[in-house]
């Protein structure tokens, strides 16, 4: 049976384990009324449509 001839070190050991777990970026769309981005198929926070309609009635300010 193979057995290591040495102890893998920390670094090595981590460095390796952390390509990984990289973090993304999510990904964002432009809303089609107001163009704020926003995560896609949600309701824009901004105006309170989503799909072109609108959901949330928001007053303006």
Not at 12 to 40: D, F, H, Q, Y
Request: aromatic share 2%.
């Amino acid at each position: 049976m193979a057995v290591p001839k040495k102890k893998t070190s920390h670094a090595r050991k981590n460095s390796r384990r952390a390509s990984v777990s990289k973090l993304a970026a999510p990904t964002l769309t432009t809303c089609a009324k107001c163009g704020e981005k926003i995560l896609p198929h949600r309701v824009c926070d901004n105006c309170g449509s989503y799909d072109g309609k609108v959901v949330i009635a928001k007053e303006d300010k």
